[in-house]
C-alpha cells in the first residue's frame, strides 16, 4: 500500500513538474515572440517614451507650439520665436536669436539642429535626453560670443523617418539664404552645429554641400555653399549604426524604416562617414565618455584628418570624470563643459572672424 501511494506521489510530482514545464516554455515562447515582434516594430518602444516625455502633448504639428513673437529676454538678447520656414512637413518652425536690439550688426550665423533620437527634443529646450535641460545657457553663451543663432525644429518619428529631417535641415537653411535681408542673418558666413541627432544632421550637411552626388542622392539642392559655410560643429553624432545597444537598435531601425541596418540603402545614404571628401568644411568634434559615441567621433576626426581638413576633437576619457552625453548643455557649472566650450568657441571665431572669413 505503501509503495502505492510513493508511486502515485511520485506521479503527481512528475505531472506537476511537466505542467510547471510546459506553463514555463509557454511564457518563455511567449516573451521570445513578444521581443522579436517589439524588436521588428520599434515604433511601439518609441511610442512609449514619447507618451512619458510629451504626456499627450502632440509631437508633430503644422501650427507652432508657441505664439509667434519677438521679445527682449533678461539678458538683452533679442529672441524672435516661431518663424515658419516651409509647408511640407509639420515642426517647420525656427527661432533666431540676436545678441542685442540692433538686429543690423552684420553678424556671423551659427545654425543649431536638437537632439532627442529623432523621436524628442525642441529647438527651444535641446534634448530631452541631455545631461539636464538647461539648453539654453548654451545657446546665450553662443550669442554672447557674438553669433546671432538659428535654432530649428524638424519632425519626429514615428510618422516621419529618415531622410525627412534631412530635407527638412534643407529648406530651413534655404529660407534662412533667401530671406537674409528680412531677418538681418549673414548667410554667408555660416556656422552649421548640432547635438546628438542634430550632430549626425549637421555632418550630412557638410556631406551635401561637399559632394554632389550625397545631395543628389537625397535629391537635395543646397543654397549655401563650402565657400558659405565656414566650419561645423558636431557634437557627439552616432554616423555608423553598428555594434549597437538595445535601445539604439530600436532607435535606428524606427527612424531608418528598416530592419537592415548592416547594408541597406537607408543605412548607406544615412552614414556621413561613407561621403566624406576634401572638400567638407573644418570641423569641431566631441564626444561624452558615459553614453557617448567616441568611436565614431574619433573615425571622424582621422578621416578628415586624412583628407588634410582642419579640425579639433575634444574628448576628455575617465580619468577626468564621467562626461555624460549632451554635456555641453550643462555648461554652467560643468568644468569640463567649459573647457569644450571654450575650444569650441576658439575654433569657429578662427573661420568667422579670422583671416579666414574675410
Known amino acids: 500500500m505503501k509503495k ?52 499627450g502633448k502632440p509631437i508633430n504639428s503644422f501650427v507652432p507650439f508657441n505664439p509667434p513673437g519677438r521679445n527682449v529676454k533678461t539678458n538683452g538678447v533679442l529672441y524672435v520665436n516661431d518663424i515658419k520656414y516651409a509647408d511640407e512637413y509639420p515642426n517647420s518652425y525656427l527661432d533666431i536669436s540676436y545678441p542685442n536690439t540692433d538686429s543690423s550688426i552684420k553678424r556671423p550665423t551659427i545654425v543649431f539642429f536638437h537632439g532627442g533620437g529623432y523621436f524628442g527634443g525642441d ?3 535641446g534634448d530631452p535626453m541631455a545631461v539636464n535641460d538647461d539648453a539654453n545657457m548654451l545657446f546665450d553663451k553662443l550669442v554672447e560670443n557674438g553669433y546671432n543663432l538659428v535654432n530649428v525644429n524638424y519632425a519626429l518619428v514615428p510618422d516621419y523617418k529618415f531622410p525627412v529631417p534631412v530635407i527638412q535641415m534643407n529648406q530651413a537653411i534655404n529660407f534662412l539664404v533667401n530671406n537674409s535681408v528680412k531677418y538681418n542673418l549673414n548667410m554667408e558666413n555660416v556656422i552649421v552645429m548640432g547635438s546628438s541627432a542634430g550632430a549626425v544632421l549637421t555632418s550630412q550637411y557638410g556631406a551635401i554641400i561637399s559632394n554632389q552626388e550625397y545631395a543628389n542622392s537625397l535629391d537635395i539642392e543646397p543654397l549655401l555653399t563650402t565657400d558659405d559655410v565656414k566650419a561645423l560643429v558636431i557634437d557627439d553624432a552616432l554616423l555608423a549604426p553598428n555594434n549597437l ?5 530600436m532607435l535606428f531601425r524606427n527612424y531608418l524604416g528598416t530592419n537592415n541596418l548592416k547594408d541597406s540603402e537607408a543605412v548607406k545614404q544615412f552614414n556621413t562617414l561613407l ?40 574628448y576628455l576619457d575617465k580619468i577626468h570624470g564621467e562626461i555624460a552625453h549632451g554635456y555641453l548643455a550643462n555648461i554652467r557649472t560643468d568644468k569640463n ?5 571654450k575650444r569650441l568657441v576658439q575654433f569657429i571665431d578662427k573661420y568667422t572672424k579670422g583671416s579666414t572669413a574675410q
Open 337 to 341: 563643459a567649459q573647457e569644450s566650450f
Open 275 to 314: 561621403h566624406l571628401n576634401d572638400n567638407f568644411p573644418p570641423s569641431f568634434i566631441t564626444a561624452a565618455n558615459t553614453g557617448g559615441f567616441p568611436e565614431d567621433m574619433k573615425t571622424l576626426s582621422n578621416e578628415l584628418t586624412s583628407y588634410q581638413i582642419d579640425n579639433d576633437y575634444f
Open 123 to 125: 529647438k527651444a529646450m
Open 4 to 55: 502505492s501511494n510513493d508511486l502515485n506521489s511520485t506521479r503527481k510530482k512528475h505531472k506537476t513538474l511537466r505542467i510547471m514545464g510546459i506553463v514555463l516554455l509557454s511564457l518563455a515562447l511567449i516573451c521570445s515572440s513578444m521581443f522579436f515582434y517589439v524588436r521588428s516594430h520599434p515604433e511601439i518602444i518609441i511610442g512609449f517614451i514619447q507618451d512619458a516625455l510629451y504626456k
Open 245 to 249: 545597444t538595445f535601445s539604439e537598435e
